[in-house]
């Protein structure tokens, strides 16, 4: 009975994440035609949401900010390796650009949800060494960025250039994104345990 309750709470939980990514994609694909609109509507999400999660609280959780900087940092300097090498194109960009205006904050957006989703699961599932939660989050980072280009792409927003695609996506995206991720996440492993920073995600209990 307990195992069962804390499943579906869990579930509830990711299922809600599920649909904010969904609807993010959505709203990116359906307006990516205006990408310095929806460069301002992340951006003000963003701002909101640290407002409230960072800033207001009493256990003010620098953790999640930082993340969210270091990430959109490599996240748009992946991107503009991409971009040059002709691996992917975005679409529909005024003025012959090709780098949308929405990039970063869509990056550091990514970090917040894998994180919230990485939170959820560990505040049931209690690993206790390194290993298992890095298992956690490659399994997350296969899943949920993955569904988010799936949306985008098939929106309209951008064409990856490499073969061996599942709905649009590569198998080398995908093997790119489980890195990029883990490596962020790996990061902050270290730092928290190391420095005895406290951090439902990062610490091990």
């Known amino acids: 009975m307990v195992k069962r ?8 939980e990711i299922l809600k994440i ?33 407002k409230v999660e960072v800033f207001k609280k009493d ?9 969210m900087i270091i990430t959109g940092i490599i996240g748009v300097t992946a991107e503009n390796w991409g971009i040059r090498n002709h691996f992917w194109i975005y679409h529909n960009l005024s003025n012959n650009r090709v780098f949308p205006y929405w990039l970063p904050f869509a990056w550091a957006l990514a970090f917040y949800l894998i994180y919230k989703i990485e939170k959820s699961i560990l505040t049931y599932v209690r690993p206790k060494n390194i ?13 949920f960025p993955v569904l988010g280009e799936i949306v985008t792409i098939n929106l309209g927003v951008w064409t990856y250039t490499w073969p061996y695609q599942f709905f649009g996506v590569p198998l080398v995206a995908v093997l790119l994104l489980i890195l990029l991720h883990t490596f962020v996440n790996s990061i902050f492993l270290i730092i928290c345990n190391r420095f005895n920073i406290y951090d439902r995600v990062f610490t091990i209990d």
């Open 18 to 50: 599920t649909l904010k990514l969904s609807v993010a994609g959505i709203l990116i694909g359906l307006l990516h035609e205006y990408d310095l609109l929806i460069a301002l509507l992340l951006l003000s999400y963003i701002v909101w949401k640290l």
């Open 59 to 67: 256990h003010q959780n620098y953790v999640l900010l930082i993340g």
């Open 131 to 143: 290993a298992y939660k890095i298992m956690i989050f490659v399994l997350v980072a296969l899943i």
């Open 5 to 12: 309750v804390i499943f579906n709470k869990l579930g509830s």
